[in-house]
């Protein structure tokens, strides 16, 4: 019998997650602004969202949910070859939140960085670390999505501040020799669209005369590009891949809107129980959210070992992108 030859993939071997205590229901929302519990379920499947206290930064909670990633993969900090950390809201602008987290855990023997690509930051950090595993320039790598996004929303601004929250997500990807149907990453698919930068972005930065800024969205406009393109990435890692919408297990799509991810869900004839959701609960954590939906769907048992999930993520930019992930 022929051999069958063996792949080099990054294999995920733990996750983990942190949410800040205090949660804010549409109701607690409606005392600060003029809104309706109503109003925001129909139009976005949130019911509430996790909002950080003074002490939980990007760093705080991204060494929180890489702390339990490691835990849960049984490996010591010293084995982390790399720390990639998805945020638009690190805690300073130098040094990043990586080197913080890094100091944190203990991991000395890795090396880090910020990853800038908002909402889609956790699936372009993914590529990046797969081609670091991919090429044996480390053996571990710690990929983290940490927001706090309630520090850059602007409160009088209705349209925009109920429909974040705050968290972190974390997954450890280790290099791994496996069969053609064995897990870890199959591929990743990255876009980006700079002409789009004015419909969704954040109006001051530390690089300017003003003081870091407010989140500002053109939701309409956001929404009419999100479920064309995410369509489009996701049916090219079908492609590229030679599968089909039938072969995919579980979509884990980024959590920013219930009508954007029923409508990618139902474009792939996915039912919705194969489709994980979790912006009732977490509202839109920008590049946490889809770490965080994963760890939600592994602790509830909805994502099991062996099966097939299909990421995709949009976001400011604008930025978008999707990745196969065999558990
Ligand atoms: O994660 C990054 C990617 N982001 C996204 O994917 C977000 C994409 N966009 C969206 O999800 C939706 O566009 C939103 C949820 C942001 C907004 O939904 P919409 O159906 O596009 O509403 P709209 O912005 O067109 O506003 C409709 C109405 C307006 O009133 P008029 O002008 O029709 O009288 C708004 O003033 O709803 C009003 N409105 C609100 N009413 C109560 C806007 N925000 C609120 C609010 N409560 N919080």
Known sequence: MAEQSLLKRAVLAGIGAYLPAQILTNEDMAKRVDTSDDWITERTGIKQRHFAAPHETAAYMGAAAGRQALEQAGLPPEALGAIIVA??????AFPSTAVHIQAALGAKNAFGFDLSAACSGF?????????MLRVNQVQAVLVIGSEVYSRILNFEDRGTCVLFGDGAGAVLLVAREVEKNGPGLLSTHLHADGQLADILYVDGAVGQKEKPGHLVMHGREVFRH??????????EALSENGLTAADIDLLVPHQANRRIIDGVGRKLGLPPERVVTTVDKHANTSAASIPLALASAVASGQAKPGQLLLLEALGGGLTWGSALLRL
């Open 87 to 92: 945020t638009s809201t690190p805690d300073q």
């Open 226 to 235: 999100a479920v064309n393109l995410l369509t489009g990435a996701v049916n």
């Open 123 to 131: 699936i372009y950090a993914l590529s990046v670390a797969d081609a």
